[in-house]
């Protein structure tokens, strides 16, 4: 089991930026990859990024690439959100994810933490 916690959510302007991390305790050495959703008012959650813990491979979702990026620490076992350039649109709870080896999907997840971008 894979337990994450989430920090470094708040309110912002919209064009401003902000950084989210994710620190990842208990079974690490399990972690294939790590990602990080969002869920808005009202929405689904949907993907954000996510990154291979082994080989660093990075895929960012269509509406936040070129503005967000994300990184990974291994000998922190952390993962970082850079959030550049912040639309009101970007407004959501901020879920981190980690996908251990042998799973087809995220299957831990952190308690969320909220961003709002205001306009």
């Known amino acids: 089991q894979v337990q994450l916690v989430e920090s470094g959510g708040g309110l912002v302007q919209a064009g401003g930026s902000l950084r989210l991390s994710c620190a990842a305790s208990g079974r690490t050495f399990n972690i294939a990859s790590m990602g990080w959703f969002r869920q808005a008012p009202g929405e689904e959650r949907e993907f954000v990024a996510r990154v291979s813990w082994g080989d660093y491979d990075t895929y960012h979702a269509d509406s936040v690439k070129g503005r967000f990026t994300i990184s990974r620490d291994k000998s922190k076992s952390t993962v970082t959100l850079q959030m550049n350039s912040l639309k009101p649109e970007d407004t959501a709870v901020y879920y981190c994810?980690?996908?251990?080896?042998?799973?087809?999907?995220?299957?831990?997840w952190g308690q969320g933490t909220q961003v709002t971008v205001s306009s």
């Open positions: 994810a980690a996908r251990t080896v042998g799973s087809g999907t995220f299957n831990s």
